[in-house]
């Protein structure tokens, strides 16, 4: 028998190779050390600063922080305010409107995605996937094109003859209400397909064998099922479109305030930077409660179900 | 199909007719704008108006002329890049160390990347700019790359989780039993293996990079104005059809992105 | 002492052992996985370690392949202790379950894996793997990919995967598992003459009995991380030394009886030898007991069902206190069976094949 290749030694490795091995054979914390300093130093302290910064009078000269005191001033301020009020209010309807019609407009297209072919299937990832690769500006200058004076509809309206003059869509919240919504389809979309197609297949099938009517089988089987994809893509659609700033500041025109634009002319335009940061941690801490509330309601949506089916 | 209809209720035949259109509404919306965008793109007359009229490139030509524009989108370039290679560096590891780890914060770890994800793009942006004025550090193309990957890192960690947890362990513990060390084992086998989830996370850092605004619009410099800024501006002082064009460009480049992505992981993965 | 009772249970004394497993205990947590197992594994011998899902077998394997430590014991190959030898310097080779073959990886990349980390020649692996191929008959398979071949050609390429490197120790995780029932038993055989014509020592890990009986030199069969009994097939089937493995391994009866003077009365009359006294449990294979016509013995039952397998006849024959027994008989084709519903004496063949168990 020839020499047992086991008595080789394993191939001598360079330092850099063994301190790497050392580090990396432990299955211990090393190799996530750089992005936890990383996020720490770039999000959680910055963070913690913005919290330090809307309890506080702060002095800013040349770009810099001179002095700061603790203060509450800005916080009631900012809870007094009825301009603070109507603005969040603003941008909490205009996010639930946006949450409510895409829902509406994307789950028919996820149905789509469940029952088409192959080719239907790739056609609708195509179009909810490519809009997400191009920028929010991209897409709202296409809705500025299109609802404009010149724009698609009034053209078309007016070559119709339907109207005389073109029709005001531009500026008003009709216009960011429908960008929003076109803008936000594909975030809903993509996770009920998900979800749904983690259910497909039998499931269904047996549901029409047993004598369901397809719009029963959707009703008590597919939207059930669905609740979680749901709940996520109400999640992320909300918190994108509570917080965005372009649709509003390009097609609402320059004075329609929402929370985002406001949190902007207050930190880059007025530098009234405990103002800006106020405004910021309300925006959370508002965000945050409307995601719980939708995950309460995910939740019992499922178990509400899964209790009738029992 | 046919058969379907036999047997299929009107009620039954209508409320799914009604589903599918509006299914279709809303593909064609999804559609329209970028269509539409395009054929204003090539536009003759130096005015936005539909339906355009002539055929002509000369707005794609001045794109690339307008030096603001070009610089605009160097540094988008140069920042979808730096977010990239960052989020590949600092997120593929912390991936391994989340599947794994055998400490006991897995976990609060995944949790942990996912945190600066879920706070509001604006909020984060607002946050760097105040911890660097209190630092003295400003706004510059670093702080914007930064800043962008420590918002996206999460997606890249995500998408290499899942294919990592996927990933039979038996692969890994078969190079070791064979001779070969941690790090080789993970050179040789792991690495390759993952290369398609972390080419797909790469496709979704890059695109943040460039096309973020959130973040980008209260961290970047005077100097290194990223696209998004840029067009910004431009689309509330522009009337021509010079946006539709950077608009056109931007849409191609994220159809080429796409059968990229679906030709070497498939897009079904991606979805997960 | 110690070593006399070691060897009284774990069957004959070997010099040398290739591999040495002494009083290895393991822990997860509060749960003990491996209790005081320990186990001597000559040169050239096939060891099979057999038991249900989560007595420990696998652990085991593992803990020699150097996944795992221990907590206690200590494991040696060739007299030395590998307990702090890392993973890729045993000299161990593992076919997993899955057979882990590298996907992104052809054949012959595969088998000549071990070697290159090693730092071997081009040349001296291409003949090498070459070499390996041809031992498991894949040559012309070599760039392929794992994915393009059957479950029986992977499980192959695991192997000569290890081959390559000489191991002084195989482990085979459950090796057959994968595979479908009518080529499991044409793989077990050739898998077996391949290791013997190698002249390899192989422990193999298995929940299967019938595989186990075939592929081994010998069986730990293992209960509850112990190791409950190590002898030969034979010596494991007719002479189980505790009720589990019995009850384990093939068929068997199981009824309660009084020892006491150095013998236990059998139902039908005869006795059987045994040390123990007091209450016990007997045993014994359905083919050492006999049915006869009523009458011909003490003990008593009806026959419930019978069936016809291959060249014997299985009996189950109720018994008064609500017990089945079951026997085996040999078929012979002029009389016809027992009907069922019929009343029998059933009698022990040998009552030297009788197992007592305290209980």
């Known amino acids: 028998m020839t020499e047992a290749a086991f008595s080789q030694p394993a191939s001598k490795a360079s330092l850099s190779e063994q301190v790497l091995d050392k580090l990396l054979s432990g299955r211990g914390i090393w190799p996530a050390v750089p992005a936890i300093i990383v996020l720490s130093v770039v999000a959680v302290i910055p963070f913690v600063i913005l919290l330090s910064l809307g309890f506080s009078d702060i002095v800013v000269s040349r770009g810099a922080i001179v002095s700061q005191t603790f203060s509450l001033s800005h916080l009631t301020n900012a809870l007094t305010d009825p301009l603070y009020w109507t603005t969040f209010q603003r941008s909490l309807t205009l996010a639930i409107n946006t949450t409510v019609l895409c829902l509406l407009f994307g789950y028919p297209v996820a149905y789509l995605f469940l029952i088409g072919g192959k080719w239907t299937r790739r056609l609708i990832l195509i179009l909810t996937i490519a809009p997400l690769l191009t920028s929010g500006i991209v897409r709202t200058y296409a809705w500025l094109v299109i609802l404009g004076g010149r724009g698609v509809v009034n053209s078309t309206l007016m070559s119709l003859g339907l109207i005389d003059q073109p029709l005001r869509i531009m500026n008003t919240h009709w216009a960011v209400l429908i960008g929003m919504v076109q803008i936000h389809l594909p975030v809903m979309i993509l996770p009920l397909i998900a979800v749904m197609s983690r259910h497909e297949g039998g499931l269904f099938e047996a549901s029409a064998n047993l004598g369901a009517s397809r719009l029963g089988t959707l009703r008590t089987v597919i939207l059930p099922l669905s609740a979680p994809g749901i709940g996520t893509g109400a999640a992320l659609v909300f918190t994108l479109s509570y917080t965005t700033f372009v649709v509003p500041q390009l097609l609402g025109g320059g004075n329609y305030l929402n929370a985002a634009t406001m949190i902007y002319e207050q930190v880059v335009f007025s530098l009234e930077w405990s103002k800006g940061s106020v405004s910021s941690l309300i925006l959370m801490v508002t965000c945050l409660i409307v995601l719980v509330v939708i995950a309460m309601i995910t939740n019992l949506f499922t178990r509400w179900t899964k209790g009738r089916d029992a | 199909m046919i058969k379907a209809l036999r047997t299929a209720s009107l009620g039954d035949i209508l409320g799914i007719g009604l589903i599918l259109f509006v299914a279709v509404f809303s593909l064609l919306l999804l559609i329209a704008p970028s269509v539409i965008v395009i054929l204003i793109s090539f536009d003759t007359r130096a005015f936005v108006s539909f339906p355009p009229e002539g055929f002509t490139l000369r707005w794609y030509a001045e794109v690339f002329e307008q030096t603001e524009l070009v610089g605009a989108m160097w540094t988008s370039l140069k920042v979808g890049l730096m977010v990239t290679f960052l989020c590949i560096v600092l997120g593929v590891p912390t991936a391994l160390a989340c599947v794994r780890g055998k400490f006991r914060g897995t976990t609060a770890l995944s949790v942990f990347v996912l945190v600066p994800h879920m706070v509001p793009g604006i909020v984060l942006g607002v946050a760097v700019l105040f911890a660097g004025a209190l630092v003295g550090v400003s706004p510059s193309i670093w702080l914007q790359a930064i800043s962008i990957t420590v918002f996206i890192i999460a997606v890249m960690v995500r998408t290499v989780q899942s294919r990592l947890v996927r990933l039979d362990p038996s692969l890994e513990e078969a190079a070791t039993n064979l001779g070969a060390t941690s790090f080789q084992s993970l050179r040789t086998i792991t690495f390759p293996l993952l290369l398609p989830a972390i080419l797909a996370g790469a496709v979704f850092t890059f695109v943040e990079g460039f096309d973020n605004l959130s973040v980008a619009i209260f961290t970047h410099g005077f100097r290194d104005r990223p696209l998004p800024v840029e067009l910004l501006a431009l689309v509330q002082y522009t009337s021509s059809p010079l946006v539709a064009a950077v608009s056109g460009v931007q849409i191609l480049l994220a159809i080429l992105a796409l059968v990229a992505v679906s030709m070497s992981v498939g897009l079904d993965k991606v979805n997960e | ?359």
């Open chain 3, 1 to 359: 002492m110690m070593q006399e009772k070691a060897d009284l249970m774990y069957g004959s004394d070997i010099a040398a052992p290739v591999l040495s497993i002494g009083a290895v205990s393991k822990r997860f947590g509060s749960i003990t996985v491996l209790q005081d197992c320990s186990l001597d594994v000559a040169e050239g011998e096939i060891v099979t370690l057999l038991g249900a899902s989560g007595c420990g077998k696998t652990t085991l394997l593992r803990c020699i392949a150097g996944f795992w430590d221990a907590e206690q014991g200590a494991i040696e190959i060739d007299g030395r202790n590998v307990s702090g030898m890392p993973v890729n310097r045993r000299p161990v080779g593992v076919v997993f379950q899955s057979y882990a073959l590298f996907p992104h990886l052809t054949v012959a990349r595969n088998v000549g894996y071990g070697l290159r980390m090693r730092g071997v020649s081009r040349s001296e692996i291409e003949a090498r793997v070459a070499e390996a191929l041809d031992t498991v008959s894949l040559a012309e398979f070599a760039d392929r990919y794992p994915a393009q071949l059957s479950g029986g050609q992977q499980q192959r390429v695991a192997v000569a995967r290890v081959l390559v490197l000489q191991p002084r120790v195989l482990l085979l995780d459950e090796p057959f598992s994968a595979l479908d029932a009518k080529l499991r038993g044409a793989m077990q055989v050739e898998l077996r003459q391949l290791i013997k014509r190698l002249g390899l020592t192989a422990i193999f890990v298995t929940h299967d009995q019938e595989e186990a009986l075939t592929m081994s030199d010998r069986i730990a069969v293992m209960r509850a991380g112990q190791i409950e009994q190590v002898a030969a097939p034979d010596t494991v089937f007719d002479h189980p030394s505790t009720a589990y493995v019995a009850d384990f391994i093939g068929t068997s009866n199981f009824w309660d009886a009084e020892a006491g003077n150095g013998t236990v009365a059998l139902p039908d009359g005869q006795t059987a030898q045994t040390d123990l006294s007091g209450k016990v449990q007997v045993m014994t294979r359905p083919h050492n007991l006999r049915v006869a016509p009523e009458g011909t013995s003490p003990w008593r039952g009806t026959v419930s069902f019978h069936r016809t397998v291959g060249a014997l006849i299985e009996y189950h024959v109720d018994m008064p206190d609500g017990t089945t027994i079951q026997v085996a008989a040999m078929r012979q084709e002029r009389a016809s069976p027992v009907q069922a519903g019929a009343a029998v004496s059933l009698s022990v063949i040998d009552p030297s094949y009788c197992a007592v168990y305290p209980i």
